[in-house]
């Protein structure tokens, strides 16, 4: 017997929305996120349609292989499946026709999302349109809140968003077991990392973790690969131990596709016409001896694929970049962090700053293009150690760079040496013995101006829509002037522009957008 399951992958915030359920040091960090145009606000892709005549920027249409993974899963278990990439713009379409069959699963997904809105906004929507479709909710949001929050907190939380499920670790393999159970309850006993409704309660199920056979393959059609592009990932989990991340957490131990399965991915993406791959593993380069087959699988197999990557600095030499380029590898994604050694001790990044000056020389050898993370105000972080990063960055190759808030997440190994640090608060408002929110708001708006390379946002852009934009045919000086232009005008926010400037501003920006190719203009 056959079920009818709908899985919500994104969700893509309203300015106005996101402004509104901030704080006031979370506020100015939208600011960096949004453009103001005639008395509106909005997020960068958002704006490039509004002074446009492209009207199809949409990143959340480029499906991650970790819900085309899942949805491939649920077949298996005789469950059609289908996908609403991004709930704001299909939710008075596409899944208004999908809830309207009465589905018994929806699954919502969001791996990106920061606040409790996105859930209360589709479980409302779901409700009221098929009250009998049973909503199961997962996704790094629910991940940090069970780790971060007491149990009167989880609670609410669970009341508030009003799903029938929440998945808050093991996502895709416990996804599968709650639909197994509501095909047959006697599967109870499979449920295992989820909080389940019960009447006007929720209860934990974590029985014994039962493994099941699940098929390791990608349900690949056209119809989420029309832009040439896919986000790819081969393995889940990190090796790496950072202070700041709870991903250890999250994943304790890192899982692989055979790479015979990465072959038979690699053959459908040439069959389906696919040019680009952003490979999305948590940390593709390692181990480096399984990272060498698929480069060399890579090329073998004559792919000619266009590739990024996030990659680990630290194991990185030139035998293993030349093989890089080789394979087709045009940029890398880096969580660089900071150029002061002793913070980044303080993170447990266990690389140096001369690891990554090497590393760098490497990859610029080769023409990769360099995409640096980097952040602001982590416990022993000082005046001193942000001029210092600024100055690295400025005489450094990178191409690209981002900067972020530290989020203090209580889950995190920074937390066990919270009295050495004098550690008070959470989330985006915190303070330590060296410094606090604020100030670090502040000196990352003054970084971003003092920084001579290309600024990206993070909010609904980020690093993997550079491959995109290049994917739609805008050449890479232009995605850079794009992004220069567009910091111009996101500046206002901060400081007001002369209206004549800023028009002539959006004039030029519109002329790059709608000339796409042209390499000239």
Known sequence: MSGECIIIAGYETDVNERLLLSDSVSKTCCKRQYI???????????FYSHISDMKNFSYYEILSS??????????????????????????????????????????????????????????????????NTKIIVSGQYIFNKFFSSSIDD?????????????????????????????????????????????????????????????????????????EGIVNFSTSTGCPAKCSFCNFPLKNSQRTYMKLSEVK????????????????????????????????????????????????????????????????????????????????LENMNKQMTLNDVKKGLKYLKKYNILIMAFFMVGFPGETKESIEQTINFINKSQIDFYTINLWYADESTKIFDKKNDFLLEGKAFKWKHSTMDSITATNFINKMITQINKTWVPNENFGFQ??????????????????????????????????ETIRENTIGKLKQIIDGGKNENI
């Open 36 to 46: 103001r145009y005639k008395g509106s606000n909005y997020f960068y892709y958002d």
């Open 465 to 498: 829509s550079i491959p995109y934009m290049l994917s739609l045919g805008f050449s890479l000086n232009n995605v850079i002037k794009i992004l220069e232009l567009s910091k111009e005008l996101m500046l206002n926010n901060f400081n007001e522009l002369d």
């Open 264 to 343: 038979e991915a690699f053959d459908t993406f040439k069959s389906l016409g696919i040019k680009t791959i952003v490979f999305s593993d948590d940390t593709f380069n390692l181990p480096t001896s399984r990272f060498k087959d698929i480069l060399n699988m890579l090329i073998d197999g004559e792919y000619k694929f266009e590739w990024y990557c996030y990659f680990r600095i630290k194991e990185c030499d030139e035998k293993i970049v030349e093989l890089m380029s080789a394979s087709g590898c045009k940029g890398v994604f880096l969580g660089i962090e900071s150029a002061n050694n002793c913070m």
């Open 66 to 131: 970790t819900v085309l993974k899942l949805q491939a899963q649920l077949k298996d278990i005789n469950y059609n499946v289908n996908i609403v990439p991004c709930f704001y713009k299909s939710q008075n379409e596409f899944l208004h026709k999908l809830l309207l069959k009465k589905p018994e699963a929806a699954v919502i997904q969001l791996d990106y999302s920061n606040n409790i809105a996105p859930f209360i906004r589709i479980t409302k929507y779901i409700k009221e349109l098929s009250p």
């Open 154 to 226: 989880w609670n609410d939380l669970m009341s508030i968003i009003g799903a029938d499920f929440y998945v808050y670790q093991n996502a895709s393999d416990s996804i599968i077991k709650i639909l197994l159970y509501l095909k047959n309850a006697s599967c109870l006993s499979l449920l295992s990392y989820i909080f389940m409704k019960d009447k006007n309660n929720y209860k934990l199920i974590n029985n014994s973790s039962v493994p099941l056979k699940i098929k390791n393959k990608l349900e690949l059609t056209e119809k989420y690969y029309n």
